[in-house]
Protein backbone atom coordinates (compact mmCIF):
# COMPACT_ATOMS: atom_id res chain seq x y z
CA UNK A 1 0.00 0.00 0.00
CA UNK A 2 0.89 3.49 -0.97
CA UNK A 3 3.00 4.67 2.46
CA UNK A 4 1.25 8.58 2.39
CA UNK A 5 -2.26 6.77 1.81
CA UNK A 6 -1.68 4.11 4.89
CA UNK A 7 -0.95 7.33 6.63
CA UNK A 8 -3.74 9.43 6.19
CA UNK A 9 -5.92 6.31 6.34
CA UNK A 10 -4.39 5.54 10.00
CA UNK A 11 -5.07 9.90 10.75
CA UNK A 12 -8.50 9.21 10.21
CA UNK A 13 -8.59 6.78 13.39
CA UNK A 14 -7.56 9.67 16.17
CA UNK A 15 -10.25 12.52 14.34
CA UNK A 16 -12.55 14.48 16.13
CA UNK A 17 -16.30 14.49 14.19
CA UNK A 18 -15.43 18.23 13.19
CA UNK A 19 -12.30 17.29 11.71
CA UNK A 20 -14.08 14.58 9.91
CA UNK A 21 -16.48 16.75 8.83
CA UNK A 22 -13.59 19.64 7.40
CA UNK A 23 -11.96 16.10 5.85
CA UNK A 24 -14.61 15.37 3.83
CA UNK A 25 -14.97 19.09 3.02
CA UNK A 26 -11.57 19.41 1.47
CA UNK A 27 -11.88 15.40 -0.30
CA UNK A 28 -15.37 15.46 -1.82
CA UNK A 29 -15.59 19.12 -2.21
CA UNK A 30 -19.04 19.58 -0.65
CA UNK A 31 -20.34 19.62 2.50
CA UNK A 32 -20.29 16.53 4.45
CA UNK A 33 -23.46 14.26 5.25
CA UNK A 34 -25.26 14.26 8.68
CA UNK A 35 -23.58 10.66 8.80
CA UNK A 36 -21.74 9.34 12.32
CA UNK A 37 -18.48 9.75 12.46
CA UNK A 38 -17.64 6.34 11.65
CA UNK A 39 -19.42 6.52 8.48
CA UNK A 40 -17.26 9.79 7.59
CA UNK A 41 -14.46 8.31 8.33
CA UNK A 42 -15.28 5.17 5.91
CA UNK A 43 -16.62 7.51 3.15
CA UNK A 44 -13.25 9.50 3.28
CA UNK A 45 -11.28 6.66 3.11
CA UNK A 46 -13.09 5.29 0.07
CA UNK A 47 -12.31 8.52 -1.60
CA UNK A 48 -8.78 8.62 -0.39
CA UNK A 49 -8.05 5.08 -1.54
CA UNK A 50 -10.16 5.46 -5.00
CA UNK A 51 -7.33 8.56 -6.11
CA UNK A 52 -4.48 6.37 -5.46
CA UNK A 53 -5.88 2.94 -7.43
CA UNK A 54 -8.81 3.78 -9.03
CA UNK A 55 -12.53 3.60 -8.92
CA UNK A 56 -14.78 0.52 -8.78
CA UNK A 57 -14.95 -1.47 -12.71
CA UNK A 58 -18.83 -0.53 -13.75
CA UNK A 59 -19.91 -4.05 -13.39
CA UNK A 60 -18.70 -3.91 -9.60
CA UNK A 61 -20.88 -0.82 -8.82
CA UNK A 62 -23.66 -2.49 -10.63
CA UNK A 63 -23.79 -5.46 -8.52
CA UNK A 64 -23.44 -3.47 -5.70
CA UNK A 65 -26.57 -1.26 -6.25
CA UNK A 66 -28.45 -4.29 -7.31
CA UNK A 67 -27.54 -5.45 -3.75
CA UNK A 68 -28.37 -1.92 -2.16
CA UNK A 69 -31.72 -2.21 -4.23
CA UNK A 70 -31.93 -6.18 -2.78
CA UNK A 71 -31.12 -5.07 1.15
CA UNK A 72 -33.81 -2.22 0.97
CA UNK A 73 -36.30 -4.36 -0.62
CA UNK A 74 -36.05 -7.42 1.88
CA UNK A 75 -34.00 -6.76 4.48
CA UNK A 76 -31.25 -9.12 3.49
CA UNK A 77 -28.25 -9.77 0.56
CA UNK A 78 -28.30 -12.82 -0.88
CA UNK A 79 -24.89 -13.57 -3.20
CA UNK A 80 -23.65 -16.22 -4.78
CA UNK A 81 -20.15 -17.18 -5.52
CA UNK A 82 -18.18 -14.65 -7.58
CA UNK A 83 -15.70 -14.71 -9.67
CA UNK A 84 -13.17 -12.21 -7.16
CA UNK A 85 -12.71 -15.28 -5.04
CA UNK A 86 -9.47 -16.09 -6.71
CA UNK A 87 -6.04 -16.15 -5.43
CA UNK A 88 -5.24 -13.18 -3.35
CA UNK A 89 -8.82 -12.47 -2.37
CA UNK A 90 -9.31 -12.18 1.43
CA UNK A 91 -12.69 -12.92 2.95
CA UNK A 92 -14.05 -11.44 6.42
CA UNK A 93 -16.22 -12.74 8.34
CA UNK A 94 -17.33 -11.59 11.83
CA UNK A 95 -18.10 -14.21 14.09
CA UNK A 96 -19.04 -13.51 18.26
CA UNK A 97 -17.49 -10.21 17.88
CA UNK A 98 -14.47 -10.74 16.55
CA UNK A 99 -13.25 -10.70 13.11
CA UNK A 100 -11.88 -13.44 10.88
CA UNK A 101 -9.66 -12.65 7.80
CA UNK A 102 -9.38 -15.85 5.46
CA UNK A 103 -6.93 -15.27 2.42
CA UNK A 104 -7.42 -17.71 -0.61
CA UNK A 105 -4.24 -18.80 -1.98
CA UNK A 106 -3.38 -21.13 -5.12
CA UNK A 107 -3.55 -24.17 -2.99
CA UNK A 108 -6.30 -23.84 -0.63
CA UNK A 109 -6.48 -21.08 2.38
CA UNK A 110 -4.28 -19.22 4.89
CA UNK A 111 -6.07 -18.91 8.45
CA UNK A 112 -4.47 -17.54 11.38
CA UNK A 113 -0.97 -18.37 9.73
CA UNK A 114 -1.89 -21.52 8.73
CA UNK A 115 -3.26 -23.58 5.50
CA UNK A 116 -6.39 -25.32 5.29
CA UNK A 117 -7.69 -27.41 2.19
CA UNK A 118 -11.39 -26.01 2.82
CA UNK A 119 -13.74 -23.53 3.93
CA UNK A 120 -15.54 -25.61 5.80
CA UNK A 121 -12.44 -26.25 7.81
CA UNK A 122 -11.93 -22.72 8.79
CA UNK A 123 -15.97 -22.04 9.33
CA UNK A 124 -15.60 -24.99 11.72
CA UNK A 125 -12.58 -23.81 13.75
CA UNK A 126 -14.30 -20.30 13.92
CA UNK A 127 -17.75 -22.25 14.80
CA UNK A 128 -16.95 -25.43 16.61
CA UNK A 129 -19.91 -26.40 14.71
CA UNK A 130 -19.64 -28.43 10.63
CA UNK A 131 -20.75 -26.02 8.45
CA UNK A 132 -20.72 -25.46 4.80
CA UNK A 133 -17.34 -22.83 4.73
CA UNK A 134 -18.72 -20.83 1.41
CA UNK A 135 -22.26 -20.58 2.80
CA UNK A 136 -20.49 -19.51 6.43
CA UNK A 137 -18.33 -16.78 4.34
CA UNK A 138 -20.88 -15.76 1.88
CA UNK A 139 -20.33 -16.93 -0.89
CA UNK A 140 -23.46 -19.45 -1.76
CA UNK A 141 -26.90 -19.08 -1.31
CA UNK A 142 -28.41 -21.91 0.54
CA UNK A 143 -30.79 -24.34 0.14
CA UNK A 144 -31.45 -25.66 3.51
CA UNK A 145 -29.88 -24.72 6.81
CA UNK A 146 -28.62 -21.06 7.41
CA UNK A 147 -24.89 -20.37 7.98
CA UNK A 148 -25.12 -20.33 11.61
CA UNK A 149 -25.23 -17.27 13.60
CA UNK A 150 -23.25 -16.29 16.91
CA UNK A 151 -26.60 -17.18 18.88
CA UNK A 152 -27.01 -20.64 17.45
CA UNK A 153 -23.38 -21.85 18.82
CA UNK A 154 -23.03 -22.59 22.50
CA UNK A 155 -19.65 -21.59 23.78
Known sequence: MDARLEE???ALAT???AQLRDKWQRVYREPPPPFAPDLLARGIAYRLQEKVYGK???ATRREI???QRQYEKTGQVLTEACATTKPGTVLIREW???????LILEDGYLYRDRRYSSLSQIANEITGVRWSGPRF?????GGGAKAPKASDVQG
Open 15 to 17: MSP
Open 96 to 102: KQERHHV
Open 56 to 58: LAA
Open 65 to 67: ERL
Open 137 to 141: FGLRR
Open 8 to 10: ELA
